[in-house]
């Protein structure tokens, strides 16, 4: 539940920052390089998300996958910026993601960043050959940031 993630990570549910370590960002990029330099990694994200619920196969149906991996990679970049800069914070990172994700764009709701991040945190446990207790928790860190600043603005 997505709630209780935000709480885990340390924000509020307006996204307010409580600062991110250093060593979890190092441990999430790190961990990050390894997963992009598998060749599978997108695929298999995607094969586990859709399969995930009905309801993300259904939003997906009309996707270019092409497209999409290509905005994945670069929001997993963004959100990584966006728990790093104690200063802008989210917004700078964000908003354009933000906006479209909302309920007057795409209505991406809760329901759909529970399955997201469960789904990315299965791949990376598939797909990162270090993957370890410390690295999940700090891809559910960094993603949290994003997430609870995309839920914040929908």
Not at 6 to 26: V, Y
Not at 61 to 66: A, E, G, K, L
Not at 99 to 124: F, P
Request: charged content about 25%; some cysteine; overall charge negative.
């Amino acid at each position: 539940m997505i709630i209780g993630k935000l709480g885990a990570a340390g924000r509020g549910c307006h996204g307010e920052r409580s600062g991110m370590d250093a060593a979890i960002l190092k441990t999430f990029d790190e961990s990050l390089v390894r997963c992009q330099a598998q060749a599978g990694f997108l695929d298999r994200f995607y094969e586990i998300f859709l399969a995930s619920s009905p309801m993300v196969r259904a939003k997906f149906s009309n996707t270019d996958f092409v497209h999409q991996k290509r905005a994945l990679r670069m929001s997993l970049h963004a959100m990584a910026l966006a728990a790093e800069d104690e200063v802008a914070g989210p917004a700078k990172y964000l908003e354009s993601f933000a906006e479209r994700h909302s309920g007057r764009s795409l209505n991406i709701g809760a329901e759909y960043y529970d399955l997201w991040l469960d789904s990315l945190l299965q791949t990376v446990r598939e797909t990162d050959p270090e993957c370890s207790a410390e690295v999940l928790q700090s891809w559910e860190r960094v993603m949290m940031v994003g997430i609870g600043y995309l839920l914040s603005r929908y």
